[in-house]
């Protein structure tokens, strides 16, 4: 089992930024990828970015593409998405993911951080 615990959303106008932290704890050393999810009102949760624990590869979403960075700390199971440019909408919760190794799937979710941005 892996736990994970989200922290850093808050309300931010149009243009600034944020930065979302994870803390992971648990089975982590069964971790292979860590991933940024969002849910926004009425739509479905959706990828946000994604980051290997071994070699830091990344992958982002198109629309969050060179605003958003993902970004992770071994040392601490830590994991983070600094995101700037915002855009109101961008405004949903987000929530970090686990995806084992061996898995096809993120199987481990935190419980997510609001994130709103103002117009």
């Known amino acids: 089992q892996v736990q994970l615990v989200e922290s850093g959303g808050g309300l931010v106008q149009a243009g600034g930024s944020l930065k979302l932290s994870c803390a992971a704890s648990?089975?982590?050393?069964?971790?292979?990828?860590m991933g940024w999810f969002r849910q926004a009102p009425g739509k479905e949760r959706e990828f946000v970015a994604r980051i290997l624990w071994i070699g830091g590869i990344t992958y982002y979403a198109e629309s969050v593409k060179g605003r958003f960075t993902i970004s992770r700390d071994n040392a601490k199971n830590m994991v983070y998405l600094q995101m700037n440019s915002l855009k109101p909408e961008d405004t949903a919760v987000y929530y970090c993911?686990?995806?084992?190794?061996?898995?096809?799937?993120?199987?481990?979710w935190g419980r997510g951080t609001q994130v709103t941005v103002s117009s």
């Open positions: 648990g089975r982590t050393f069964s971790s292979y990828a």
């Open positions: 993911a686990d995806r084992p190794m061996g898995g096809s799937d993120f199987d481990y």
